[in-house]
């Protein structure tokens, strides 16, 4: 083939084999790119991610950091973390976490999660500037087929968030989280709508006050 011959398209699913993946991951030509692989297909996310991006996905982590913090749940958080299932999937999410029970699944000092060997993680947040369309389509069947439990998309020209409950290789819509009790998650787009007018440590202090009610 030429797919490694030539410049990948970004930001749209390309036919790949395994091997044509694992090279095109090693190729320095996109090492500050998102990798996904699934149904026989790779995706490079080579957009630049910009200030709008960069902001949401800071004060949803910042936001689910600190009601696991008041909550006393126990959780790790994973920024742009790989996860493999070797041969067949791959994905880059923005943000993961492994809670309560899984909080410890995986060991420091984990590059690639192999999930071969490696549980997937609890939850799974994307956040959508200009990959909406592909957030809730393949990357939502493929999460769904990884065995994640819950998978959030941040949109951030709306400043929403579409959650799904992920269960026996299906998902539905959720508006509260199954995995983080009690958190409902019309105050976090509550928080995403403060954000466009005002600094994240106003909206940080608005939300220690509301998961401390």
């Avoid at 065995?147 to 508006?175: C, D, L, P, Q, T």
Wanted: net charge negative; with cysteine; aromatic share 10%.
């Amino acid at each position: 083939m030429t797919l490694l011959q030539a410049k990948i398209i970004g930001d749209t699913w390309i036919d790949s084999t395994w091997e044509e993946f694992i090279k095109a991951t090693e190729n320095p030509d996109y090492k500050t790119g998102k990798f996904y692989y699934y149904q026989g297909k790779l995706r490079i996310e080579m957009s630049p991610l910009g200030n709008d991006h960069s902001r949401d996905h800071s004060i949803i982590n910042s936001a689910i950091n600190l009601y696991v913090f008041l909550k006393e749940i126990n959780l790790n958080a994973n920024d742009n973390c790989s996860y493999r299932k070797t041969g067949y999937k791959e994905a880059q999410p923005d943000l993961s976490y492994y809670l309560e029970e899984q909080v410890d699944a995986i060991p420091y000092g984990t590059g690639i999660v192999n999930l071969d060997k490696f549980s997937p993680p609890t939850l799974v947040v994307e956040i959508a500037n200009t990959s909406l369309s592909d957030d809730q389509g393949e990357k939502r069947l493929l999460y769904e087929e990884l065995g994640v439990k819950e998978y959030w998309i941040v949109n951030v020209k709306k400043g929403e968030i579409i959650a799904f409950k992920m269960e026996n290789g299906g998902s539905y819509r959720i508006k509260e989280s199954q995995v983080l009790p009690n958190l409902k998650l019309a105050v976090l787009e509550e928080a995403l709508q403060m954000t466009r007018q005002t600094n994240h440590g106003k909206v940080g202090a608005w939300l220690l006050k509301k998961f401390s009610e």
